[in-house]
């Protein structure tokens, strides 16, 4: 068993698109009409382009919205993206203009940042340390 799909909702998924795109640096691999103004969108790293698809699935359900604004208010991220080097991205994203609710912090063999999507989620990105030798 592996992870094949996973999904954030989003507010407005052209906006998240072009966040996770053109910010992130993540590829399109799903863009399908599914009707009402929904699409079924997906995309993936560039370094694994066959890897977990995220899926920008649209927040209308009622409980999203409490479920999201809960999260948000308690500075929990919705999900995890791991990075080469947390402070490099930091910086590569703070440039960009992303919006950073916790900067870099060093916790035991991992550092992390906490970014805001733009979309209604908080996004956590992830240096671990390198194993011993």
Not at 3 to 15: A, G, M, P
Request: glycine share 10%; proline share 8%.
């Amino acid at each position: 068993m592996r992870i094949h799909l996973t999904s954030v909702f989003v507010d407005d998924q052209e906006k998240a698109h072009r966040f996770y795109t053109d910010v992130l640096g993540f590829r399109t691999k799903h863009d399908v009409d599914m009707g009402g103004g929904a699409r079924w969108l997906t995309v993936v790293s560039p370094e694994n382009p066959g890897g977990t698809e995220l899926l920008l699935e649209p927040a209308g359900h009622p409980a999203v919205k409490p479920y999201r604004d809960a999260l948000v208010a308690d500075g929990i991220p919705a999900t995890q993206f791991a990075v080469d080097d947390v402070h490099a991205e930091y910086e590569r994203l703070t440039a960009a203009g992303v919006t950073f609710t916790q900067g870099p912090v060093a916790m035991g063999p991992v550092t992390t940042a906490v970014l805001d999507d733009t979309c209604g989620n908080l996004i956590q990105i992830a240096t671990e340390a390198p194993e011993p030798a």
